[in-house]
């Protein structure tokens, strides 16, 4: 059973506007929560992340939101950019303490911005 | 600085073949990964390994096998190729630090027919 649920595959955005994307999880031992960016034909680039002390961090036009309680995280990308046009995965660790492959990954979801 | 690079970019194999995946990374970091991307999912690790000539077994670890001998380099074998192992397979490396992001090569594309 996925432990990292992104339920929407792809999402189509206007310049300027707003963009959520969403990732709900089941394991309550996660401690860490990252998203990373993928362009067509190129390897992951992290994009931000969270631990599970905070309920928010932000990175100029990135914010990412956890609500522990409902298991959900989001990333807000404000304004939306046709740049940001990339798929984007959630990825989350039970070991904060010490990276030991234990990042389970979201299948994905692909951000359209259009011009 | 490369970063984490790996060869070769693309590999058409028969089944039955065999073949390794190099993944080089010019970071100093200790840790090292071997994910597979497949359509419509997320990255799935296959091995990983926390130092020099350690190695441990991921999610997908089946009909793989890798070696870090030295800490720059991490291998992913194929023995027998199957077609259910095509893929494209991504290698990562971090330093091991609490916290610490993931840094991905640029992957392979493998068909296996």
């Known amino acids: 059973d996925q432990q990292v649920k992104q339920n929407s595959p792809s999402l189509s955005v206007q310049e300027g506007r707003i963009s959520i994307l969403n990732c709900d999880y089941t394991?309550?031992?996660?401690?860490?929560f990252l998203w990373y960016k993928k362009y067509p034909a190129e390897g992951p680039t992290f994009l931000i992340s969270?631990?599970?002390?905070?309920d928010k961090n932000e990175d100029g036009r990135f914010t990412v939101f956890l609500n522990k309680s409902a298991k959900h995280l989001s990333l807000h990308i404000v304004p939306s950019q046709p740049g940001d046009s990339a798929v984007y995965f959630c990825?989350?660790?039970?070991?904060?303490?010490?990276?030991?492959?234990?990042?389970?990954f979201g299948k994905g979801t692909k951000l359209s911005v259009k011009p | 600085n490369a970063g984490v690079t790996q060869t070769p970019k693309f590999r058409v194999l028969k089944t039955g073949q065999s073949m390794t995946l190099l993944c080089a990374q010019d970071?100093?970091?200790?840790?090292m990964y071997w994910y597979r991307q497949d359509p419509g999912m997320g990255l799935r690790l296959i091995h990983y390994?926390?130092?020099?000539?350690?190695?441990a077994k991921g999610e997908v670890p089946d009909g793989y096998n890798v070696s870090r001998l030295k800490k720059q380099n991490f291998l992913l074998g194929l023995e027998s190729a199957a077609p259910s192992q095509t893929s494209v397979y991504f290698c990562?490396?971090?330093?091991?630090?609490?916290?610490?992001?993931?840094?991905f090569g640029p992957g392979t594309r493998l068909t296996v027919l």
């Open positions: 969270i631990s599970s002390i905070k």
């Open positions: 394991n309550s031992m996660f401690d860490y």
């Open positions: 990562a490396s971090d330093p091991g630090l609490a916290g610490a992001e993931q840094f």
């Open positions: 390994s926390v130092g020099e000539g350690t190695t």
């Open positions: 990825a989350a660790s039970d070991n904060y303490g010490g990276s030991q492959g234990n990042l389970i």
């Open positions: 970071m100093n970091h200790e840790y």
